[in-house]
């Protein structure tokens, strides 16, 4: 296809995303059946659900048969008000379709263990299978449309192309490992970093798998938030891997904010309509952890916080093994507790400090209580009366102060950038 690149800093307009769109599906004449797979709820930034709200709404005036598969990943099913947020009433309920990552999945190849091996440099060693959801391949789509945000990420180092199909709709296999993989490596040498290793594990995947064999376009945006106001600044649209590493220069550009100084108190706000889980909450951890001085106090301020997994098994696992250090991880993981469920091990890695600077969560008592949080490993604190001092509606992003003097660096919507200080070495 011909691809499509546009770029606008001040943000692009709504009817050139509509022209963009539009030129994007003219190359597609014939389309009778479409598979759109945006991101979930916890994307919710990225302008994805208005991008698969303008997809579904052109074909299906052309009578084109349409379905819309949220990449979940491991995350929790969207609650009936998250799909009204993010599809609007645009999107039939019925032509919704659930991605269960444990059950729906089949298998189309395996990236050999030395080519691990190779990307890890011996760090991990381990066959991986690659696996999507049975639905690209059984119900014979003329087109699958990937839209997603690239932006900076704990495990990938930049977010989405591949990552949406062996990640968001893919299968055990994968997201085990390729999460271990990145803990393994060392989560600092991924974030923000275009080829990090579980990329170059997706790329495998992409040019051995699903080049020339699955019809995928992939869609990828890059947004920035200024206070309340969300703009779309990157949308890049094709069949390779170009629109990826046109929007992961921009984003990398517009997304990374880079400090002059470390920052000793480190406040960062968790939009309770966004996360929900230490499992998702923890960006809060994983984006500013360049950025903390060492003995530093990270505070998130996390009003949404009710569970620690997306899942049940996650939840259960995180609730007795805690975030208390890599070593301890490491250590448990080599004893086989987590066997068939190491993207636990490599959540427990990354969302721990190991005690380079500590980690206080403000909980709402009734939804996420004192103890659950300090059983974790984790400070607490109570929300309510964190807000009295430190109220998100009152704070600018950057640089504050408290009426008492105290400064501190106040980040309000984590999932879309990476904080770091780029002068000074950080222990990984």
């Known amino acids: 296809m011909e691809e499509i690149y546009r770029t606008d800093r001040s943000g692009i307009k709504q009817e050139e995303i509509v022209a963009d769109i539009e030129k994007m599906l003219q190359q597609y004449p014939t389309l009778k059946k479409v598979l759109i797979i945006p991101p979930d709820y916890t994307r919710c930034f990225s302008f994805a659900g208005e991008i698969t709200q303008i997809i579904y709404k052109k074909l299906k005036q052309e009578e084109t048969v349409v379905y819309v598969m949220p990449a979940l990943g491991t995350h929790m ?15 039939d309920e019925q032509d919704i379709l659930v991605h269960h990552w444990q059950t729906d999945t089949t ?35 003329d087109l ?23 990640v968001g709709v893919g ?18 040498r991924a974030l923000g970093v275009t080829d990090s290793p579980a990329r170059m594990l997706y790329d495998y995947g992409q040019q051995h798998f699903i080049d020339g064999k699955i019809p995928v376009v992939f869609i990828q945006t890059v947004t920035t938030k200024q206070e309340h106001n969300l703009n ?3 949308l890049y649209i094709g069949t390779s891997r170009r629109p ?38 923890n960006k809060g951890i994983y984006r500013t952890r360049m950025a903390i001085a060492d003995g530093g106090e990270l505070l998130l301020i996390a009003p949404g916080i009710g569970a620690f997994g997306e899942n049940e098994e996650m939840d259960a696992m995180i609730r007795e093994y805690g975030y208390k250090g890599r070593d301890n ?38 939804k996420m209580p004192q103890k659950a949080i300090e059983q974790v490993g984790y400070h607490w604190k109570n929300y309510y009366e964190v ?31 990476l904080w770091k200080y780029d002068d000074c070495h950080v222990n990984i």
């Open 77 to 91: 099913e969207m609650s009936g008000e998250e799909k009204v947020k993010f599809f609007s009433d645009t999107v």
């Open 107 to 141: 298998k189309i190849g395996t990236i050999p263990a030395r080519v691990v091996s190779e990307i890890s440099q011996g760090l991990y060693k381990e066959e991986i299978e690659v696996e999507v959801n049975h639905r690209l391949l059984d119900e014979k789509y």
């Open 144 to 166: 699958i449309i990937s839209v997603g945000q690239v932006v900076p990420h704990e495990v990938v180092g930049m977010a989405n192309y591949s990552k949406n199909l062996f």
């Open 171 to 188: 299968g055990r296999s994968m997201i085990n490992k390729s999460h271990m993989l990145s803990a393994v490596c060392g989560m600092e």
């Open 232 to 234: 779309l600044n990157g």
């Open 244 to 281: 990826f590493e046109l929007a992961a220069k921009l984003s990398q550009e517009l997304n990374i904010v880079h400090l002059d100084r470390r920052v000793k108190k480190m406040v960062v706000y968790l939009d309770p309509q966004e996360l929900k889980t230490t499992w998702v909450g």
């Open 329 to 366: 991880v490491l250590r448990l993981y080599e004893q086989g507790v987590f066997e068939n469920r190491t993207m636990c091990a490599a959540h427990l890695i990354q969302g721990s400090t190991d005690g380079r600077f500590s980690v206080t969560y403000a909980t709402c008592p009734e």
């Open 387 to 417: 807000i009295q001092q430190y109220d998100p509606e009152s704070m600018k992003d950057g640089w504050n102060k408290t009426e008492q003097g105290e400064e501190f660096y106040f980040v309000r919507t984590p999932a879309l950038g």
